[in-house]
C-alpha cells in the first residue's frame, strides 16, 4: 500500500490550495478515503472522507462549506479543495485509506502553512 500526498505549501488567509493523494498498490476503488490534519501540539483531526464510489461525502464542522473532498477511481487519486484558507488549517495534510473501519495504509503527508 502506497499513499503520496502532495500539493501543499504557503498561502495567504483567504487563499485556496488544492492537494492530492496519489495510491497504489491496493484495489484503490473499493476503499474510503480520508483527509486527516495534525498541527503542532494538537491531535490528529478526520478533515472529510468520501465513499469508494464517491456517492457520500463527509466533513468537518470546521471546514464544511470551504474544503471539497473528491475521487478519481480510474487514476487511484484523491483530492482535496481548500478554499477560503485560515491561519488555524496550518497543519500536516495526510490521507489514509479504510475499509470496514480498517485502515490500511497512510501517507507521509504534506505541510499546509496559511499565512495571516
Known amino acids: 500500500v502506497q499513499l503520496v500526498e502532495s500539493g501543499g505549501g504557503l498561502v495567504q488567509a483567504g487563499g485556496s490550495l488544492r492537494l492530492s493523494c496519489a495510491a497504489s498498490?491496493?484495489?484503490?476503488?473499493?476503499?474510503?478515503m480520508n483527509w486527516h490534519r495534525q498541527a503542532p501540539g494538537k491531535e490528529r483531526e478526520l478533515v472529510a472522507g468520501?465513499?469508494?464510489?464517491?456517492?457520500?461525502?463527509n466533513y468537518a464542522d470546521s471546514v464544511k462549506g470551504r474544503f471539497t473532498i473528491s475521487r478519481d477511481n480510474v487514476k487511484n487519486t484523491v483530492a482535496l479543495q481548500m478554499n477560503s484558507l485560515k491561519p488555524d488549517d496550518t497543519a500536516v495534510y495526510s490521507c489514509?485509506?479504510?475499509?470496514?473501519?480498517?485502515?490500511?495504509?497512510w501517507g507521509q503527508g504534506t505541510q499546509v502553512t496559511v499565512s495571516s
Open positions: 498498490g491496493f484495489h484503490f476503488s473499493v476503499y474510503d
Open positions: 468520501i465513499s469508494s464510489t464517491g456517492g457520500s461525502t
Open positions: 489514509s485509506a479504510h475499509r470496514y473501519g480498517v485502515t490500511i495504509g
